[in-house]
């Protein structure tokens, strides 16, 4: 993925200086972005839907190699006589066979990665787009010095089928479990309760709406860049065209070299404050731009806003990943992306407004003003902000702590634990009652918390005693699995406190692979053993 993002940077600086250098026009380097950009509000919520239903790692590759034929066609407009017109449209169309990908590897990343782990994933996939951002630019400034953007279109091709190869090598299943039953034809043509569920799951809580405002207010202002850091390449800061590609570098860099901060900020406990902080930092380098011309200060405090900019999305991602269901991540992450690129369209279309209308210092003023209001917006609230994560977190921290021991859920993420938290609940049920009754249809899955059970099958000679249950153990997983009647009768010998865990909820879970299915197999098969012959075999075979 850094390997395209790389190229899609060198690629990006390209397009804008070929329409800069063909048109010297910054409304046409306006339209650029907004056409490139635009697929991914329109499509974006159904990219989302394809990585939560088609194979990712499949989809990964095709994207790829689309772009990758896409990007050589580009090549070619640029080493004849081709219009800037056609080159945006071309940029257009490679954005748009690009919409699901992203999704599908945010999606991806908690299935092949455990909870503990997450946040320094996120980091390092923050740094290597930090590294494209340092990269790209300067080796696109490098080679539109050595030649023009026919070579940099030429490379991102190169590196998309490179991309194409890495990711035809990954092993590991990607996902998703399910096989594809959502036709695209189908999510286009109208409203679909799965399209909008990515919405739905961004608008959840006050803390998920920080987080998702934070990161579009960032985007904006990455929109506006587009225009305005070209225009003050050339006009503020003397650097010419070329010196577009230096200033995204700074950027990149800064992101680099606060890569290690960004981790360990993304797990304190003050999120709210974190994200606050670095809003304000990622809006002060625009503004701070505005007021100087020489190149060295532009690139220094442009290391300030990379290193904020890493913050934010670190915490932006972790915290999605942790709060929102497995199920729902893709689409999560595809509507998260329509409306990035939204906040970069607007960007886009505001900065030559601005320019045009107060000038370009202004502009600049006001871009930087834009996140820092935004910042100080979350600041106002982040009390609040934390007593609601707070809230919704201690009770199902609480819930979690008995279902995280138990080996049905060993290596389920955080995510996943939260999610069967919130739909069990607690039953009190006295000594002697029966639970689960040998025969009946099942139903439920079930965690003991407090007390004692008896597990008993019925026997040609009367029923037999076959187990005890205790604090922590399960029972109702053979009949649910196997879909077979229950095998044996459950009952408490003494006062119980137990979880109840909707069946449904549970396959469900199984289902998406979020938990170990040979744990659940072995776990099935002790416990068959120990059931008298005819039960046991029956069990087998149905199952």
């Excluded at 945010?106 to 390092?124: C, H, M, W």
């Excluded at 040979?518 to 029956?538: C, F, G, H, M, Y």
């Amino acid at each position: 993925m850094s390997l395209s993002q790389i190229g899609d940077w060198l690629y990006n600086v390209a397009l804008i200086v070929f329409v800069l250098e063909r048109t010297g026009s910054g409304a046409w380097v306006a339209a650029a972005g907004i056409v490139r950009l635009l697929p991914y509000v329109v499509f974006g919520t159904i990219g989302g839907l394809i990585a939560d239903r088609w194979p990712r790692r499949r989809t990964m590759i095709q994207s790829d190699l689309i772009r990758a034929a896409v990007m050589f066609a580009l090549a070619a407009v640029a080493a004849g006589d081709g219009t800037p017109s056609a080159a945006i449209v071309l940029a257009g169309i490679a954005t748009t066979f690009s919409v699901a990908y992203s999704p599908c590897v945010n999606a991806a990343i908690p299935r092949i990665v455990g909870e503990d782990d997450l946040s320094i994933v996120n980091t390092l996939s923050a740094t290597a787009t930090n590294l494209s951002y340092a990269l790209g630019p300067a080796l696109g400034g490098v080679l539109l010095i050595l030649g023009s953007p026919t070579a940099a279109f030429a490379v991102n091709g190169v590196t998309f089928l490179i991309s194409a190869g890495l990711t035809f090598a990954i092993r590991a299943d990607l996902g998703p479990d399910r096989p594809a039953n959502v036709p695209v034809t189908a999510a286009v043509a109208g409203p679909s309760p799965d399209v909008f569920e990515g919405l739905r799951a961004l608008t959840s809580s006050a803390f998920v709406i920080a987080l998702v405002v934070t990161q579009v207010a960032t985007n904006v202002l990455y929109g506006m860049e587009t225009v305005l850091y070209a225009l003050t390449s050339t006009q503020r800061l003397g650097m010419g065209v070329e010196g577009l590609g230096f200033l995204y570098a700074a950027i990149g860099a800064g992101g680099i070299a606060a890569a290690g901060l960004a981790h360990r900020l993304s797990r304190r406990s003050e999120a709210a404050l974190v994200l606050a902080v670095a809003a304000v930092l990622c809006g002060l380098p625009m503004a701070t731009i505005a007021l100087v011309s020489e190149p060295s200060i532009a690139l220094a405090v442009l290391l300030v806003e990379g290193a904020a900019m890493i913050v934010v999305d670190v915490l932006v991602v972790t915290s999605l990943q942790r709060l929102l269901g497995a199920e729902v991540l893709g689409r999560a992450f595809g509507t998260l992306d329509a409306l990035i690129v939204a906040g970069i369209l607007l960007g886009s279309v505001l900065a030559p407004i601005l320019v045009t209308t107060v000038g370009l210092q202004a502009a600049l003023l006001i871009g930087g003003a834009i996140m820092v209001v935004a910042g100080c917006g979350v600041l106002l609230q982040s009390k609040a902000i934390d007593r609601s994560i707070e809230a919704r977190a201690e009770p199902l921290r609480v819930r979690v702590a008995p279902l995280r021991r138990l080996a049905i859920f060993r290596g389920a993420s955080r995510a996943t634990l939260e999610h069967v938290a919130e739909v069990m609940r607690e039953e009190p049920v006295e000594a002697g009652a029966v639970v689960v009754r040998q025969g009946d249809v099942p139903d439920d899955l079930f965690v003991v918390l407090d007390g004692t059970l008896e597990v008993s099958a019925s026997t040609p000679d009367g029923e037999r005693p076959v187990a005890e249950l205790g604090p922590g153990d399960y029972f109702g997983e053979i009949g649910l699995l196997r879909r077979v009647p229950r095998v044996a009768t459950v009952r408490t010998t003494t006062p119980c406190r137990l979880y109840r865990i909707p069946g449904q909820e549970f396959l469900e879970i199984v289902s998406r692979g979020a938990v170990r299915s040979r744990t659940l197999t072995r776990a099935a098969q002790s416990r068959l053993a120990a059931l008298p012959l005819d039960e046991a075999a029956s069990a087998t075979k149905d199952g």
